[in-house]
C-alpha cells in the first residue's frame, strides 16, 4: 500500500524536475532494454528482477560514466588538490537508488520501468547491500564521500575490495549466528577493474644497510613475500551529477612475478597455496566493533591498503610532472581512526629510502599531509602492535617509526625537561613486558590536525585523552561534529516527506539543509502537523509489513514505534533498554489496565562474534520478546521486536517509521552517533543522555523538545571518582530490584533458569561498568514523559516537525565544508 502512495507523490512532481543529466523515460527505457538483450542476453519474457536490476545499473552506468571521465579529466587537467579518505571501512548500502536520486533521474527510470510492467522500488530491492564496514565510522565515510563529489571537490575514497562485508546475521533460539556476507557472489555492476593501476605491496624479509657510491649509507628493505593489489573503482556521483569522484577498493592477489620461482622449482601445489593465502588479505572484513584483537592479518590488511594507496597516490603525482617540494600542496590525506596509521611509515619509507630525500625534508612534508579523525575514547579501541610483530612483517617500518619516536621524544625533553614520566605516556612505543606500538601516539605526532567528531567529544580528546599532546602543540586538536547526507537519509529514504518539505521550503533543502528551518513556523500549523503525522503514519504502516514479513510478530501502527539500532556494545546500553521493558511488562502483569500508550520497542544490532557479552543482551531482547509478544493478558500494549540482520538497507525503512529514537550511551562514551540524527531528520523524538551529537542537537532543537535523562559527563566522572555501588541503586529501587531478579528465574527461558543471569551479573558483580543502575530512574521518567506527551497529538506533532526542521547543521556537507576549511584547503571543480 505504502509504495502505492511513494508511487503517487513522486508521479505529481516528475513534470518539474529537471534532470542533471538529460535522459528522457523513452531513452531510459530503450537503455534498459538495450542492456537486457546486449549485456545480459535475455528477454522480458525470461528476465527476473535480478536481471532488471543488472540492466538498469548497467542503463544508469552508460549515463555516469561520461561524467567520471569528465570529471577525472578535469582533476587532472587542473592539477587540483585532492584528499585521500584512508578508510577500512566504507558502509555504502545499495547504490541504484542513491545514484538515481543523484543522477536526478529516479522518476524518469521509475517511469521507463513502469512502462516496461516493472516497478522501480521492488528492482531495488534486488541489490546486496555493499556492507564494508562496521557501523557508525563506515557509515560516515560513505556519507563524506557522497558530500564530497555533491560540493564538487576532487577526492578520492581508499579502501579494501573485502570479498565478504559485514557477516550476516540470524537467529536461532534468541541467539545470534553469522553467515559470511557474499554480496558479490554474482558480480557487482557498480565497480569498474583498472588492471593498468595495478600495485605491489612488499612484506616481511629483512632491512639492508647499503653505501651508495657517493658513500652515503641508506636502508634496502628485501621482502619475504609480495602481494599484488588490483583496484576496483566505484564511481560516487555527487548530487546533481556536476562531480563523479571514485572509491578505490584493493584487492590482494598473489603476486606471481614474486613466485615465480616456486613455480620453476616444481613447486606448482606451493605456489597454489601461496596464491590463495595472498587472497585471504581482502577475504573479509573484521566484525570487531570497538575493541581490536590484534590479529596478524588484520595488520597485514592494513599495511595491504595504505601501501597500495600511498603509491597511486604519488603515482599521480608523479604523472603531472610534480616534484616533490609540492607534494603538500597537492596531496592531503586523512586518517579515519587508527587503522590506516602504517601509510605514516610508509610515506617516510618511499620519500628517505627510495626517493632518497632527505629525513628532515619527508618528515616536513608528512606533517602537512597527514591529518587523522578520533572516534572513540574507549581505551580497549586505541590501536597497539606488538613490537616482535612489527619486526616480523614490517621490519623497515618498526625501524622509522623508532626514529620518529627518537625526535619526537627531544621535542618533548625540550618541553619538560627530565620528566620521564610525561615521555612514557607520549611515548609512541610504550615500554613494558610486551612493547608495544601506540597507533593513535603516531597519528597525533604527525598529523597537522587531530579531530574529533562532535563538540563534547573533541573537548574529551583534548582534556582526557591527549592532555599533554594539547600543551604541546596547542593548535592541532580540533573538533568537526559529525553528519550525514540529506539525500540518501531524508530524500531517497522518506520521499513523502522529502515531497512535503520541497513543497514547504523549496527543493534545495537537498543541498541545504538549513531551509528546512522555514517550516518551522508551521510546526503548530494544523493542517502541517496533520500532513506530517500522516506521512509518519503511513511509514509506520510499511515497517509493520515489514516486520510482519521477517519475523512473523503482528504489530500495530498505532502504538509509538520505539527504536534502538546500532552496534550492540555495553556502553550504548540495550540493556538499560531492555530492564526498562521489564518495567513496564511488570506494571502491565501487577495491573492489566496499567494506562499506557501501547508501545513496540524496536531493536537493529549485530554483535561482534566474540563479545560474549554484546551477545548475551541480544539473546535477552529475544527471549523477552518471545514471551511479551505472546502473553495475552496485556492486551497488545507492549511488543517486542528484534529485526534480524540490521544493516543500511534495513535502516533506510525504520528511521522514517519512528517516533522515539533510543540515544542512551553512558555519558562520555559516545564519541558522536549518527543515528541520532538520522531519527531526528525524519521526525523521530530523542531519549538520550548528554553524549556526543545528542548535546549539539538539543541546542538546535531545544531540550525541551527531547527527552534528555540521566548523568552528565561531569557527573559521571564524579560518581565514579566517589566509588560507584551498583547495589545502592538496587536495593533502593524495589522496581529494579524486581526485574534484575526476575532475569534469575525461568520465566523467559522455561526450564533453564539462569539463562539470562549473565546480565544481572554485569549490572551488579562485575560492577555495572556503564552505570545503567544509575541512570535506571531517570531513564524511566524520561520514558513515562514520553508517553504523557504522545497522549497530545498536536503537541508531539509539533516537536516531531521541529527535530526534523532543526537537523540543518547535521548535514555532511557542513562536516566537509569544516574539514576543507580547518583541514584539507581544497578548491572545487564542479562540472559546467
Ligand atoms: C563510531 N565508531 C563512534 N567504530 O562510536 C560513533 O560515536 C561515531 O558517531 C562514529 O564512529 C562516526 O564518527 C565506530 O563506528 C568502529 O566501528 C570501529 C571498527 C573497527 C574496529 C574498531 C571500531
Same mark, same amino acid.
Given at each position: ?26 531513452? =531510459? ?88 510492467? @516493472? ?31 555533491? &560540493? ?19 537467529? #536461532? ?54 602481494? @599484488? ?11 546533481? /551529477? ?55 592479518? +588484520? ?86 602492535? $606488538? ?77 582526557? *585523552?591527549?592532555?599533554?599532546?594539547? #600543551? ?43 531551509? *528546512?528551518?522555514?517550516? *518551522? ?15 509518519? +503514519?503511513?511509514?509506520?504502516?510499511? &515497517?509493520?509489513?515489514?516486520? @510482519? ?6 504489530? $500495530? ?10 552496534? *550492540? ?19 502491565? &502483569? ?5 494506562? =499506557? ?27 523477552? /520478546? ?11 500494549? &507492549? ?50 543522555? =548528554? ?115 532543526? =537537523? ?25
Amino acid at each position: 500500500k505504502k509504495q502505492a502512495a511513494k508511487k503517487t507523490i513522486i508521479k505529481n512532481k516528475s513534470a518539474e524536475i529537471v534532470p542533471a543529466v538529460a535522459c528522457t523515460t523513452k531513452q =531510459m527505457r530503450q537503455a534498459i532494454l538495450d542492456r537486457l538483450h546486449k549485456s545480459l542476453a535475455t528477454e522480458e519474457s525470461k528476465a527476473n528482477n535480478k536481471a532488471w536490476w543488472n540492466a538498469t545499473c548497467y542503463a544508469v552506468n552508460e549515463l555516469l560514466f561520461e561524467k567520471l571521465t569528465d570529471t577525472q579529466k578535469s582533476h587532472s587537467g587542473h592539477d587540483t588538490r585532492a584528499v585521500n579518505y584512508l578508510s577500512l571501512e566504507f558502509l555504502m548500502g545499495r547504490l541504484l537508488s542513491n545514484n538515481l536520486h543523484n543522477l536526478e533521474l529516479f522518476n524518469v527510470a521509475q517511469d521507463a520501468l513502469k512502462g516496461l510492467g @516493472k516497478d522501480l522500488y521492488e528492482i531495488c530491492e534486488e541489490e546486496p547491500d555493499m556492507a564494508l564496514g562496521n557501523g557508525g565510522l563506515g557509515r560516515l565515510a560513505a556519507c563524506f564521500i557522497d558530500s564530497l563529489a555533491t &560540493l564538487g571537490y576532487p577526492a578520492i575514497g581508499y579502501g579494501i575490495h573485502y570479498e565478504n562485508g559485514l557477516f550476516a546475521q540470524s537467529f #536461532q533460539d534468541g541467539r545470534q549466528i553469522e553467515r559470511p556476507d557474499t554480496w558479490r557472489e554474482y558480480g557487482n555492476p557498480w565497480e569498474i577493474c583498472r588492471p593498468e593501476s595495478i600495485q605491489h605491496v612488499p612484506l616481511y624479509g629483512y632491512v639492508e644497510t647499503v653505501i651508495d657510491e657517493n658513500g652515503i649509507s641508506h636502508k634496502v628493505w628485501h621482502a619475504g613475500q609480495k602481494l @599484488k593489489g588490483v583496484p576496483w573503482d566505484v564511481p560516487i556521483v555527487g548530487y546533481g /551529477a556536476k562531480t563523479v569522484n571514485i572509491l578505490r577498493l584493493w584487492e590482494s592477489r598473489a603476486d606471481e612475478a614474486f613466485d615465480w620461482d616456486v613455480f620453476n622449482a616444481g613447486g606448482y601445489v606451493d605456489a597454489q597455496v601461496e596464491k590463495s593465502k595472498a587472497e585471504t588479505i581482502s577475504k573479509v572484513l573484521y566484525p570487531n566493533d570497538s575493541t581490536d584483537e590484534g590479529k596478524e592479518l +588484520r595488520l597485514i590488511q592494513q599495511y595491504f591498503f595504505c601501501a597500495c594507496s600511498v603509491k597511486d597516490i604519488l603515482r599521480r603525482f608523479r604523472r603531472a610532472g610534480n616534484k616533490w617540494p609540492i607534494l603538500a600542496e597537492k596531496v592531503a590525506i586523512q586518517l579515519n581512526d587508527t587503522h590506516p596509521t602504517i601509510a605514516i611509515p610508509e610515506l617516510m619509507r618511499i620519500l628517505v629510502d627510495e626517493e632518497r630525500l632527505d629525513w628532515n625534508f619527508a618528515w616536513s612534508l608528512c606533517e602537512k599531509i597527514f591529518s587523522y579523525t578520533n572516534h572513540t575514547l574507549l581505551p580497549e579501541a586505541l590501536e597497539k602492535w $606488538s613490537v616482535a610483530l612489527f619486526e616480523k612483517v614490517l621490519p623497515r617500518h618498526l625501524e622509522i617509526i623508532y626514529e620518529i619516536n627518537r625526535r619526537f621524544l627531544e621535542t618533548v625533553e625540550q618541553k619538560w625537561p627530565g620528566d620521564n614520566d610525561i615521555k612514557a605516556k607520549l611515548s609512541i612505543v610504550e615500554e613494558g613486558s610486551q612493547r608495544m606500538v601506540r597507533m593513535a601516539n603516531l597519528c597525533v605526532v604527525t598529523s597537522h590536525k587531530v579531530n574529533g567528531v562532535a563538540a563534547v567529544h573533541s573537548e574529551l580528546v583534548k582534556t582526557d *585523552l591527549f592532555p599533554e599532546f594539547d #600543551q604541546l602543540y596547542p593548535t592541532k586538536l580540533i573538533n568537526v561534529t559529525n553528519g550525514i547526507t540529506p539525500r540518501r537519509w531524508l530524500k531517497a529514504c522518506n520521499p513523502a516527506l522529502a515531497a512535503l518539505y520541497d513543497e514547504t521550503v523549496g527543493k534545495d533543502w537537498v543541498v541545504n539543509l538549513d531551509k *528546512l528551518k522555514d517550516a *518551522l513556523p508551521k510546526a503548530t500549523d494544523t493542517v502541517f502537523q496533520k500532513r506530517f503525522m500522516e506521512i509518519k +503514519r503511513d511509514n509506520k504502516v510499511e &515497517l509493520v509489513n515489514i516486520i @510482519k514479513d521477517l519475523t512473523g510478530i503482528e504489530v $500495530s501502527a498505532d502504538a509509538i514505534f520505539d527504536i534502538q539500532i546500532k552496534r *550492540l556494545h555495553e556502553y550504548k546500553r540495550q540493556q538499560l533498554n531492555l530492564i526498562h521493558i521489564l518495567t513496564l511488562y511488570r506494571r502491565l &502483569l501487577d495491573n492489566p489496565d496499567y494506562d =499506557m500508550v501501547p508501545r513496540v520497542f524496536l531493536f537493529g544490532a549485530k554483535a561482534a562474534p566474540g563479545y560474549h557479552m554484546a551477545k548475551q543482551i541480544i539473546y535477552a531482547l529475544n527471549k523477552v /520478546a518471545e514471551k511479551v509478544n505472546s502473553d495475552k493478558r496485556i492486551k497488545g500494549k &507492549l511488543k517486542v521486536v528484534f529485526l534480524p540482520n540490521y544493516r543500511v538497507s534495513l535502516a533506510e525503512k525504520m528511521f522514517p517509521a519512528a517516533d522515539i529514537s533510543e540515544q542512551i550511551s553512558t555519558a562520555g562514551l559516545e564519541a558522536s552517533g549518527t543515528g541520532n540524527m538520522k531519527f531526528a531528520l525524519n521526525g523521530a523524538l530523542t531519549v538520550g543522555t =548528554m553524549d556526543g551529537a545528542n548535546i549539539e542537537m538539543a541546542e538546535e532543537i531545544g531540550a525541551e523538545h527531547m527527552f534528555i535523562f540521566g548523568l552528565s559527563v561531569a557527573e559521571v566522572k564524579e560518581l565514579k571518582t566517589a566509588g560507584y555501588n551498583p547495589y545502592d541503586y538496587y536495593y533502593n529501587n524495589p522496581e529494579l530490584k524486581a526485574v534484575l531478579d526476575w532475569l534469575d528465574t525461568d520465566f523467559f527461558t522455561p526450564g533453564q533458569p539462569g539463562a539470562l543471569s549473565d546480565i544481572k551479573r554485569s549490572l551488579l558483580e562485575y560492577g555495572d561498568e556503564y552505570l545503567c543502575l544509575a541512570d535506571y530512574e531517570s531513564y524511566c521518567k524520561a520514558h513515562d514523559a514520553i508517553d504523557t506527551t504522545y497522549r497530545n497529538k498536536a503537541l508531539w506533532a509539533e516537536k516531531a516537525i521541529r527535530n526534523s526542521a532543526a =537537523m540543518g547543521k547535521f548535514n555532511s556537507d557542513r562536516s566537509i565544508e569544516d574539514y576543507v576549511e580547518n583541514v584539507w584547503h581544497l578548491k572545487k571543480y564542479p562540472l559546467a
